[in-house]
């Protein structure tokens, strides 16, 4: 602190002399100045009154020898006699000097403070009359010389004067912090060897002193309670490992139902669109198309329930999208027809018409609070029935935005009140009997609560025993417009073709993406690492460069970064600009700015969506139109029959002709087939090349082969307990933690027996 002090004290005194020199040196330079302009003007005017007469008889010999003798004025650069039209009649320069130009003696430029020369004017006067005028130009040098002489010397005395004073006061300084010195010596050796023993000296009776005398005593305090604190930690540490216990028994449960769930969720979502795929009556493709959407929503409904720490660390975000109120609710409904069908018992919906068409917020959270509530009130209703009504609130929140009521009211059971005040806690229900006879958790009631007060509402019930129950709640949802309608039907192939370079080193993944590609009507030339598809851009033209960020010998990053600077080693690429996006199992933020970063337009995360994929090639197509360059139209030829790669035999040799969407199903399948062959065949030595990396400790090999593993899963088991491992071992192995990785290693290894054990799908 002393220290600290002292550095405060110098500055402070520097800045003190720097502003006072500053000041001084500043008024001695106006002072000379003012002085050599008072002095120059004086002499300027003598000497106009002695150029009269020459200037009267236009005597250019008299008016010479005035210049002349006028020469030996110190620092005098050039003199002008000009005549009253503005014409010279005599001048005199000094040695070395350059004249002035008439323009500038006739209208001289205004003076200015740091000019090195000074140009005055003195008109000649004969009775009263102007009869011409006299214009010198006088050097300022010695005046600065004078004025930078006069600082320095300045300088040193107040530099000599700060020293000494600091000097002095640094003693004094030195004294006064003496009593806090010693008491932050006994801080410190409190606070480093956590000695409570020492006490503080009081030295005087001052604002230190007491200082010290406070830090005594808290001393005494620490002490007395340190008792206390040993007691208290026996206790917590009791505590504390029931508590770990509970966590741990809940993250295993949590783990256990998110693979659960999840698998056979994501297994009737893939069958659901392979089945829209092909050939079915419309009622039928309506019925899966709901079936779809539902489990959609489901899926993404159970993976933020599955989620309990993020709701319960305040994670949980919600979206803001517009939506149609009305579709929503039939949708509910229709969902929960035949549950309510079963039971005999009657579904209304009444929607209040004053309600906008279309409103902005969280439709899925809303959906979600809906479906449990009118689930919860069909489950425990016998007889009569449901009904769900949205009615327009009074109160408006603010311009653009209004309060929607919703009420679910049922002809059930009904809840006591003592029932009422706990229903929407977490693993509470009316009593144990409920549970016994309808089933659940408890959570549902917990999750609505903490929904809708997220989307800043509120949520309540009305009930009596015997007589039913209404439950509501209120949300405020902000006016929206109509959404774009969402395509269900096959994505067309594009007008025109582009060339596309995969840069992909898993087989299977060239699988998918080279399928993908010719069915939307492209060519594709597949590479196994970055290396390669440098080589292949000097080759030949591409319009689009789709690139994995993980591969062996040269990663997509890199490769990027080579493709942008235009060059790598000897290879000189022909079109730096092309674009590239990231192709990737790697889906986080993080991910997603590192590629962008490195030069990357775009990022597709595998398992590929194959709508986000046709519009990145449509969004290519569109910019190579807007730039004015080549585009070439779709062949007829179906692409998969090209030669550029393994094609899909197609049975062109069937007596009956085959539609487009039965050959599609048909190729989906075969390519499925396909895509599980592949893997198994390359398993095994992925496996092994793990265990050389591991043998080496060559931690980047084991992470870009174990990349490559989580990539064909992506495609292959995208929600199973593989896929999660090899996530888990992607990033140990870039952490370097080896332990954990062989540990996680073995896990994966029995995780993949028993994908592999699971017969193929034909």
């Known amino acids: 602190m002393v220290t600290r002090l002292e550095h405060i004290l110098a500055a402070a005194l520097a800045a003190a002399l720097l502003i006072s020199l500053l000041l001084i040196t500043a008024q001695e330079a106006v002072m000379q100045r003012a002085a050599v302009i008072e002095g120059s003007q004086a002499w300027l005017n ?63 430029a205004p003076a200015r403070l740091f000019d090195n020369a000074l140009l005055l004017v003195s008109p000649v006067m004969l009775s009263e009359a102007q009869v011409g005028s006299i ?52 801080m410190d050796e409190v606070s480093q060897r956590e000695k409570f023993t ?20 808290m001393l005494d305090q620490i002490v007395r309670r340190d008792s206390q604190l040993e007691e208290s930690n026996l206790r917590l540490l009791a505590l504390k490992d029931a508590a770990e216990q509970a966590s741990t028994l809940k993250s295993a449960f949590l783990a256990m139902m998110s693979h659960e769930l999840r698998t056979p ?32 929503a489901l899926l993404q409904i159970v993976n933020d329930l599955l989620d309990v720490s993020k709701i319960e660390a305040g994670k949980l975000k919600l979206e803001s999208v517009d939506f149609a109120l009305r579709p929503l609710l039939d949708d509910a409904m229709q969902l929960l027809t035949e549950r309510a069908g079963q039971k005999s018992i009657q ?123 209404t439950f509501y709640f209120e949300v405020p949802l902000a006016i929206g417009q109509q959404p774009p309608q969402e395509l269900l039907e096959a994505l067309p192939p594009h007008e025109h073709q582009l060339h596309v370079l995969v840069a992909e080193d898993a087989q ?28 292949s851009l000097t080759q030949a033209g591409f319009d689009l460069v789709l690139m994995d960020g993980r591969m062996p010998v040269m990663d997509g990053l890199e490769a990027t970064a080579h493709i942008r600077a235009g060059h790598w080693r000897e290879l000189v690429f022909a079109d730096p600009s092309v674009p590239i996006v990231a192709l990737t199992a790697n889906a986080s933020e993080q991910d997603r700015a590192r590629f962008l970063s490195a030069g990357m337009v775009g990022f597709l995360s595998k398992p590929i969506d194959e709508r986000e994929l046709h519009l990145v090639l449509s969004q290519v197509i569109e910019d190579r139109r807007r730039s004015g360059l080549a585009l070439t ?50 398993l095994p030595q992925r496996l092994q090349e793990i265990d050389a990396a591991v043998d080496s400790q060559d931690w980047h090999a084991a992470a870009i082969t174990v990349h490559g593993i989580k990539g064909c899963l992506a495609f292959i088991e995208p929600s199973g307990n593989s896929y999660e491992l090899c996530d888990a071992l992607e990033r140990n192995a870039d952490l370097r933690q080896g332990e954990a990785f062989v540990a996680g290693y073995q896990q994966l290894k029995l995780a993949l027996e028993q994908t592999l054990s699971r017969p193929q799908r034909s």
């Open 198 to 217: 020492v006490r503080a000296q009081v030295v005087a009776n001052d604002e230190v002193g007491a200082l010290s005398a406070v830090f005594n005593r």
């Open 46 to 108: 003598t000497l106009a009154v002695q150029a009269a007469s020459p200037l009267v008889f236009d005597d250019d010999k008299a008016a010479g020898e005035i210049l002349r003798a006028a020469s030996i004025y110190p620092g005098l650069q050039s003199v002008y006699i000009l005549r009253a039209n503005g014409s010279i009649i005599a001048s005199h320069l000094g040695e070395g000097q350059q004249g002035l130009a008439l323009t500038e003696l006739q209208a001289p």
């Open 347 to 469: 579904l209304e919906l009444h929607l209040d018409p004053q309600i906008p068409p279309y409103l902005r917020g969280d439709p899925t959270r809303l959906r979600q609070v809906l479906l449990n509530l009118v689930g919860n009130a069909i489950k425990f209703t016998e007889r009569g029935g449901v009904t769900v009504a949205a009615s327009l609130s009074a109160s408006l929140m603010s311009q653009g935005t209004v309060s929607i009521y919703f009420a679910v009211q049922d002809s059930g059971l009904g809840i006591s009140e003592e029932a009422q005040t706990r229903l929407f806690q977490k693993f509470e229900q009316a009593d144990m009997s409920t549970t016994r006879n309808f089933g659940g958790t408890g959570l549902g009631l917990s999750i609505c609560k903490q929904l809708v007060e997220l989307m800043g509402g509120r949520i309540g019930l009305h009930s009596k025993l015997g007589q039913g129950s």
């Open 265 to 296: 969720m994501a297994g009737i979502l893939g069958m659901l669109k392979l089945g829209l795929r092909g050939q079915m009556e419309p009622l039928a493709r309506e019925r899966v198309e709901l079936a779809s959407k539902n489990a959609q």
């Open 508 to 535: 299977t993944n060239q699988l998918i993406i080279k399928a993908l590609l010719n069915d939307m009507g492209h060519q594709v030339t597949l590479v196994k690492n970055g290396e390669l598809a440098l080589q």
């Open 135 to 186: 214009v010198a130009q006088v050097d300022l040098a010695r005046m600065w010389r004078s004025i930078v002489q006069f600082g320095l010397a300045l300088l040193l005395t107040l530099g000599l004067s700060g020293g000494a004073a600091l000097l002095l006061a640094r003693r004094f300084l030195h004294r006064a912090l003496a009593p806090i010195t010693g008491l932050k010596e006994v």
């Open 633 to 682: 139209p779709r062949s007829t030829q179906d692409p998969s029959t090209q030669a550029d790669g393994a094609s899909i035999p197609e049975a062109d040799t069937q007596p009956a002709p085959i539609s487009k969407q039965e050959l599609r199903a048909q190729r989906v399948r075969e390519l499925t087939s396909q895509m599980s062959s592949a893997f198994r065949e390359q």
